[in-house]
C-alpha cells in the first residue's frame, strides 16, 4: 500500500473552517500568513496531486510546517480510524485531509470572530481587518493584505473594528490584544506545556470559551488532542456517536453547552479518540458540513 504520509487535499483542508484568509484566484490557492503572501498552484493534469508552492517573501519549504507535511499521517490515520466506523468511513472519503499550523496572533484573532459567527461572515470580516489595517502587497500580478501585525492591532480603536464588522467581538479582540502586549499571558508556556495547563493558560484571553480555546489550541500551538465542539459537532454527537462515547443515562446533550458540559463531554470524546483526537474532529466537522451543503 502507497503512504499516504505526503498526500494533501487542498480543497477540503482549506475549505474546512480551520483557516479563514484564504481565496481562489484562476488555478492558484493564495492565503495570508500574517506579514507574508502563500500560494498553491494546482496541476493541470486532473488527479496529479503535485502541487507547486510559492509565497513572497520567499519562505524555504513552508508548506512541510503549515500543512503538517511532518505529522506521521499513516499512523495518525489508522489510530482515529479504528475508534469506530464513523471516522473510518469518513477518513477514507476525504482522505488528505489535514490540519494546519498557523500564527498564534492570526488565529487568535480569527477565532475571536468565530464567535455565534458563520465562516463566510468570518472571512468578511478580517478581510476587511487586513485592508484596513495591514500591508498592500502587488505580487503575481495581485493585490493583497497582509495581516496586521500585534503593534499595530493594539492601535486600532474600538470604533475601527466595529466598522470591520467585529460587533461586540470588537471589546474581545482590543482586551486581548492589551493582555498579549501586557504579557499578562505566557504564551511560551502555552506551547510547551500539555494541554490542560494550556488551555488554563489561554482562557485567561477576553472572549475566549472552552470551544474557542480548543481551535486555537489545535490550529495554532500543535495540541492535537484539543477536540472543539461547535453546534455542528453536537449534532454530530446526537446524531451518530453519543451513546458510543457518552450514555444518555450519563449525560442528555442539548443545543448549547454550559463550561462543565462542555469539558464532561471534552473529556469523554478525548478517552475515545486518544492522542489525535482533533484529527477526528476535523474530519467529523468537514464531513457534516459537507453532507448539509454548507459554505465554506
Excluded at 502587497?137 to 500585534?150: A, G, H, K, S
Excluded at 502586549?181 to 506545556?193: A, N, T
Excluded at 450519563?250 to 462543565?260: G, H, Q, V, Y
Aim: glycine share 4%; with cysteine.
Amino acid at each position: 500500500m502507497k503512504s499516504s504520509r505526503n498526500i494533501l487535499n487542498i480543497h477540503s483542508t482549506i475549505n474546512s473552517g480551520q483557516y479563514f484568509l484564504w481565496e481562489k484566484i484562476n488555478n492558484s490557492w493564495y492565503g495570508i500568513y500574517e506579514d507574508s503572501i502563500l500560494k498553491i498552484t494546482l496541476p493541470e493534469i486532473k488527479g496529479n496531486l503535485t502541487y507547486e508552492y510559492d509565497s513572497f517573501p520567499i519562505i524555504a519549504n513552508w508548506q512541510q510546517p503549515i500543512f503538517r507535511l511532518d505529522d506521521k499521517y499513516d499512523e495518525i490515520i489508522e489510530d482515529i480510524s479504528r475508534r469506530d466506523k464513523v471516522v473510518e468511513n469518513i477518513t477514507k472519503k476525504y482522505i488528505g485531509l489535514r490540519i494546519m499550523r498557523q500564527k498564534p496572533i492570526q488565529c487568535i484573532i480569527s477565532f475571536l470572530c468565530s464567535s455565534n459567527n458563520n465562516i463566510p461572515r468570518i472571512r468578511f470580516i478580517l478581510r476587511n481587518l487586513s485592508r484596513k489595517f495591514g500591508k498592500k502587497i502587488e505580487w503575481d500580478n495581485n493585490t493583497f493584505y497582509t495581516f496586521p501585525t500585534l503593534k499595530t492591532l493594539a492601535t486600532i480603536s474600538q470604533s475601527e473594528l466595529l466598522h470591520c464588522g467585529f460587533g461586540y467581538r470588537a471589546e474581545y479582540v482590543r482586551k486581548t490584544v492589551k493582555t498579549i502586549i501586557d504579557q499578562e499571558i505566557d504564551m511560551q508556556l502555552i506551547k510547551d506545556s500539555d494541554y490542560v495547563k494550556s488551555k488554563q493558560e489561554i482562557m485567561k484571553l477576553s472572549g475566549v470559551g472552552e470551544k474557542i480555546a480548543d481551535c486555537i489550541l489545535l490550529f495554532a500551538f500543535d495540541k492535537v488532542e484539543a477536540f472543539p465542539m461547535d453546534t455542528w459537532i453536537i449534532k454530530l454527537l446526537q446524531k451518530k456517536l453519543g451513546q458510543m462515547i457518552i450514555p444518555d443515562s450519563e449525560l442528555k446533550i442539548n443545543d448549547k453547552f454550559t463550561p462543565s458540559q462542555y469539558r464532561l463531554v471534552s473529556n469523554k470524546i478525548r478517552d475515545h479518540y486518544g492522542k489525535y483526537s482533533g484529527y477526528a474532529q476535523q474530519f467529523l466537522y468537514y464531513s457534516i458540513r459537507e453532507e448539509n451543503g454548507r459554505r465554506w
